[in-house]
T-cell receptor, first 113, second 112 residues
Framework: NAGVTQTPKFQVLKTGQSMTLQCAQDMNHEYMSWYRQDPGMGLRLIHY???????DQGEVPNGYNVSRSTTEDFPLRLLSAAPSQTSVYFC????????????FGPGTRLLVL | SQQGEEDPQALSIQEGENATMNCSYKTSINNLQWYRQNSGRGLVHLILIRSNEREKHSGRLRVTLDTSKKSSSLLITASRAADTASYFC????????????FGTGTRLTIIP
């Protein structure tokens, strides 16, 4: 049981480049979410999904896209990277939204030059 | 916007002492959770307390919840060097969207 996995662990992008951060879970969780963590800001919700085919915006969705074609995978796409997107990104999953333990991946550290 | 706010932002204590950190939030909640994050790692769930509970224990952890004051505290007894980490509270709001909202965290350092 791998839990929540994220790839890559570290990425450097140039401004304007696009990329996809991968997230997968093997716990059959319906709820998956993406957060970004910046110094002094805690974790902020980017996008979330309550099941395959269903996604919604979180607190800071601008510049990011998501899709959920399977229960297991929830990729996060940066359309045109900006220096303001330099951050650590965490994917999390749980059985349902709210009132449940969230299981976090190890994170992806992204640097946009 | 942040729902929860931890206090203090940073805390250093001697090994063996107790550590207490607090979380305040703004709106009514269904549940409050505490998470730990070791440096460079993802968050790990510690404990969940529901809005109708006042206190909960798990090993060396004790969590209290005061819904009238919209606050919670996390007590770690007999601290160990391995407890050095950042601690976050997270709440899901009552009435409507139950998305989890995290506070800004308390950085705990245990001095051996």
């Amino acid at each position: 049981n791998a839990g929540v996995t994220q790839t890559p662990k570290f990425q450097v992008l140039k401004t304007g480049q696009s990329m996809t951060l991968q997230c997968a879970q093997d716990m059959n969780h319906e709820y998956m979410s993406w957060y970004r963590q910046d110094p002094g800001m805690g974790l902020r919700l980017i996008h979330y999904s309550v099941g395959a085919g269903i996604t919604d915006q979180g607190e800071v969705p601008n510049g990011y896209n998501v899709s959920r074609s399977t229960t297991e995978d929830f990729p996060l796409r940066l359309l045109s990277a900006a220096p303001s997107q330099t951050s650590v990104y965490f994917c999390a999953s749980s059985y349902s939204m709210g009132g449940e333990t969230q299981y976090f991946g190890p994170g992806t550290r992204l640097l946009v030059l | 916007s942040q729902q929860g706010e931890e206090d203090p932002q940073a805390l250093s204590i001697q090994e063996g002492e107790n550590a207490t950190m607090n979380c305040s939030y703004k709106t009514s909640i269904n549940n409050l959770q505490w998470y730990r994050q070791n440096s460079g790692r993802g968050l790990v769930h510690l404990i969940l307390i529901r809005s109708n509970e006042r206190e909960k224990h798990s090993g060396r952890l004790r969590v209290t919840l005061d819904t009238s004051k919209k606050s919670s505290s996390l007590l770690i007894t007999a601290s160990r060097a391995a407890d050095t980490a950042s601690y976050f509270c997270a709440t899901d709001r009552a009435f409507g969207n139950e998305k989890l909202t995290f506070g800004t965290g308390t950085r705990l350092t245990i001095i051996p």
